[in-house]
Nanobody, 120 residues
Framework: QVQLVESGGGLVQAGGSLRLSCAAS????????MGWYRQASGKQRELVAT???????TYADSVKGRFTISRDNAKNTVYLQMNSLKPEDTAVYYC??????????????WGEGTLVTVSS
């Protein structure tokens, strides 16, 4: 089984910054696309940003220009640099990874989530 362990969440004032990290460990062939999702209280989980193994990225419109996703393939780790944080960014942030269990088959794995709270 794969574990995705997030870190870096916490309480920050509006306009501040946080950096989230997510490290994958366990038994797997390789890691494909990785991403960050978030879920605010009472709302559906939404995609924040994704990055494939080659480095191409996508972002939700609400975070473009403020958040940056990156990865270190050697460490099986994905990062989310969050700048100019707004109260609307308050949510539980979840790490996601497409885990190759063999040469061709993948399974989506989720971290337990890390809480980001932005105060005004």
């Amino acid at each position: 089984q794969v574990q995705l362990v997030e870190s870096g969440g916490g309480l920050v004032q509006a306009g501040g910054s946080l950096r989230l990290s997510c490290a994958a460990s366990g038994s797997f062939f390789s890691i494909g696309a990785m991403g960050w999702y978030r879920q605010a209280s009472g709302k559906q989980r939404e995609l924040v940003a994704t990055i494939i193994s080659g480095g191409s990225t996508t972002y939700a419109d609400s975070v473009k220009g403020r958040f940056t996703i990156s990865r270190d393939n050697a460490k099986n780790t994905v990062y989310l640099q969050m700048n100019s944080l707004k109260p609307e960014d308050t949510a539980v942030y979840y790490c996601n990874a497409a885990v190759y269990i063999d040469y061709v088959n993948t399974i989506d794995w989720w971290g337990e989530g890390t809480l980001v709270t932005v105060s005004s």
